[in-house]
């Protein structure tokens, strides 16, 4: 306790806020494996799978772009909280009796928990532009490279932890630990998260929840696209692909998919190392470029390689390994961008807005890997996954560039 009372107060509210994302993204992890495994095990369809999640991602569309308006008139502090109190309140929602778990109600929960998701993150990524001094882009972009990265390690996390409590406590037993640990969580966070965080001066009015800078508009549009090529064939499509073609179990597929996910949460924290901070660079549009357009043709060979007749296990999983570190730095790069493009005053405004298209691109992805899959096969997922990061990558053009040297 004296080593933390030792801290500057912008470390430790930057640990505290970390400490909350990172609680979270836990649950929120669990959750998606256990809705996605529990209700295959019911007979559910990938497509009726997808659509179980339909809300959660509009909700998270609507919450981004209405809750930076509301981080900005309220605090970061206030928004951080509600989210973890929703999260709450959703995990609770799916513990009524099985007779009750019809599609609308799961939806309903599914929706409550995407408006919570969306206010935690909002609130963590917008809060490390105000604990960062002004000037320091460097450290600016490590900060948020430290936080994504941790955030989707132990999304992993609980992508396997989902998976586990499934098979040792049931869909009931693991959503009831689940919501007690993560009240515990919420309630420390109300008594010690400072007051008043990301308050914007002026009040800013409604209408300005729209962005008006080029910049953030492009990496908003390249950023729905490149989310969409991540999720048209992670979110549905594979689980049920491990699951059916592979035969893997429960514990199986919630551990390869968390392995997956802490590796890809490992290579953002060290994002900046890679692209080149160690030598004093920081990204610019020139860089989100490059690294979308290395991506771009990854998700292609895995499809060509998997029509040919090549071994799966070695074609498909040796391929999402390499597609999750190059993806991860993309992700890693935008995460930076977004942060050091928003305004001071009223920086959850421009967050927001940048992770609606974030949500958007959830969404049509996760839509697309049920119907896609159901339809065409996993194939047909990864030539869309292509062409969507190619379109991030064009896109990515448009973006500032520094000064030539």
Known sequence: MQALSALSLEVRQYLLVTGN????????????????????????????????????????????????????????????????????????????????????????????SGIAKDLNKMSAKSSIKLLVPAGQQGRLYQWVAILTGSKNALKGVGFFLGGALLALLGFKGALLLMATSLALIWIGSLLLLKKDLGKAKAKPKFREILSKSRAINILSVARLFLFGARDVWFVVALPVYLSTVFDWDFWKVGGFLATWIIGYGIVQSFAPAITGKQRGHVPDGRAAFAWAALLAGLPAA?????????????????????????????????????????????????????????????????????????????????????????????????????AAE
């Open 21 to 112: 994302y990172w609680a979270f993204t836990l649950t929120d992890g669990a959750l998606r494996m256990l809705v996605v495994l529990h209700f295959h095990t019911l007979g559910y369809s990938p497509l009726q799978i997808a659509l179980l999640f339909l809300f959660y991602e509009i909700f998270g569309v609507v919450t981004n772009l209405v809750g930076g308006y509301l981080g900005a008139r309220l605090g970061l502090n206030r928004t951080m909280n509600i989210g973890l109190g929703m999260q709450v309140a959703a995990l609770l929602m799916l513990t009524v009796p099985a007779v009750w778990l019809t599609i609308p109600w799961v939806m309903g929960a599914q929706a409550l």
């Open 302 to 402: 895995i499809a060509l390689g998997l029509s040919v007749g090549w071994s799966p296990q070695v074609v498909l999983l040796g391929g999402l390994m390499l597609f999750g570190a190059l993806f991860a730095v993309n992700s890693s790069l935008h995460s930076y961008l977004i942060v050091a493009y928003a305004q001071e005053d009223g920086v959850s405004l421009d967050v927001g807005f940048y992770y609606m298209s974030n949500a958007l691109g959830r969404l049509l992805g996760t839509l697309l890997s049920g119907w896609i899959f159901q339809r065409y096969g996993l194939e047909a997922c990864l030539w869309i996954s292509s062409a969507f990061v190619l379109l991030a990558a064009l896109i990515s053009l448009g973006l500032p560039r520094h």
